[in-house]
């Protein structure tokens, strides 16, 4: 298995995307051959896939989730005393 290359574009550089994608794509479709492999269809590993980094960003983020909510609900409730 072969290391995932640094990334050699610096953030906010229009190409960082592709580059990461790139970088990233042997692994994938590594994990992608040995599912197909194991007896999964194609249609349930891609989804399997999508399924799992959508999962792992929505937990990566739900911090930042709770601190909007908390900020809001604080906001709201300052908009309610108002109205009192």
Avoid: Y
């Amino acid at each position: 298995m072969a290391a995932i290359p640094k990334p050699q574009i610096h953030p906010g550089h229009p190409s960082r995307f592709a580059e990461c994608q790139k970088a990233i794509e042997d692994r994938v479709l590594e994990i992608f051959g040995e599912a197909v492999a194991a007896g999964w269809s194609e249609d349930e590993v891609f989804a399997a896939i999508v399924a799992v980094a959508d999962t792992t960003q929505l937990a990566m983020h739900q911090n930042e989730l709770l601190s909007t909510e908390t900020e809001l609900g604080k906001i709201m409730k300052k908009m309610r005393r108002r109205d009192v």
